[in-house]
């Protein structure tokens, strides 16, 4: 699930000339912070519905932890942009390769694509949605995931404003691509697919620890632009930002996480 530096509205294989810093994997790390990304993705694969001898596709497949729960049901690929976390999917014994979302090659080849906390990572939408196209046998169907429109807000807010203080433009260190359901579908229907379930989930998510550890791995793009001596302080202060709406009294931290879900279908040949 790694970032990409092309901006959400680009054409496919148009390149950004953003400020936006790609974001780099720590396997380690991800599970120690993130595990919960995987657990709270559980619920897509019931919608999924994957059947065995099914050969699916899963777009930004991470670790692997997920990947490894469709393996048990179905032939699956797993695919992501970093090579850290690529490595840590194979040593579950996955078929795991390293490749951009945004430049799928496949043709044909799966009945199903899975993504799980991935897409949002992908900024540039319509080559993504492409390359879905693409790699699904007709009837094939695309299930996801993402980050939506109010993904996460209260901390990009926090970021953009600790950034601006210190005269950097929080806008352009900003990696993620949040659409709103309209948005998305649009993408889809514009291309093809049939859009079969479309849903907005607000989904307030505690985390295992602070939020800076949360910020360190995965807003790498906002503290890049901070000095090593710097980030320290900095993180201090989004955290002291974010402490009154975000933390409880028992210092347990809750992200204002936002999903959006769908389910998409590529017709078969002849509908």
């Not at 699904?136 to 600790?162: I, Q, T, W």
């Not at 229907?189 to 791995?217: A, K, Q």
């Not at 998409?264 to 002849?270: D, F, I, L, N, T």
Request: proline letters at 6%; one cysteine or more.
């Amino acid at each position: 699930m790694a970032a990409n530096l092309l901006p959400p509205n680009s054409g496919s294989g148009e390149r950004a000339k953003s400020a936006v810093i790609e974001q780099h994997w720590d396997p380690a790390r991800y599970r120690r912070n993130a595990g919960f990304v995987a657990a709270l993705g559980a619920p897509l694969i019931d919608l999924l519905d994957p059947q065995p001898g099914e050969r699916i596709l899963d777009l930004g497949c991470g670790d692997g932890a997920l990947t490894a729960t469709l393996a048990a049901r179905a032939q699956v690929v797993g695919v992501d942009a970093s090579a850290e976390q690529v490595a840590a999917a194979r040593a579950r014994g996955l078929d795991a390769r390293r490749i951009d979302g945004n430049r799928l090659l496949f043709a044909g080849e799966f009945d199903a694509v899975f993504s799980n906390a991935a897409l949002h990572w992908m900024r540039d939408p319509d080559a993504v949605i492409d390359g879905v196209w693409r790699a699904l046998k007709p009837g094939g169907r695309f299930v996801a995931e993402c980050g939506g429109v109010g993904n996460v807000g209260r901390v990009v807010d926090a970021l953009g404003a600790a950034l601006a203080r210190r005269g950097i433009d929080g806008a352009a260190a900003n990696p993620w691509y949040f659409p709103s359901p309209e948005e998305y579908r649009a993408r889809l229907e514009r291309r093809g697919f049939l859009v079969r379930e479309m849903v907005l989930i607000p989904r307030p998510t505690p985390l295992p620890g602070r939020l800076g550890d949360w910020l360190e791995t995965f807003a790498e793009s906002f503290l890049a632009r901070i000095s090593a001596a710097e980030r320290a302080a900095f993180i201090d202060e989004v955290e002291a930002a974010l402490r009154p709406a975000l933390c409880n009294a028992d210092g347990l931290w809750t992200v204002d996480y936002v999903r959006l879900r769908f389910a998409a279908q590529k017709p078969a040949e002849g509908a």
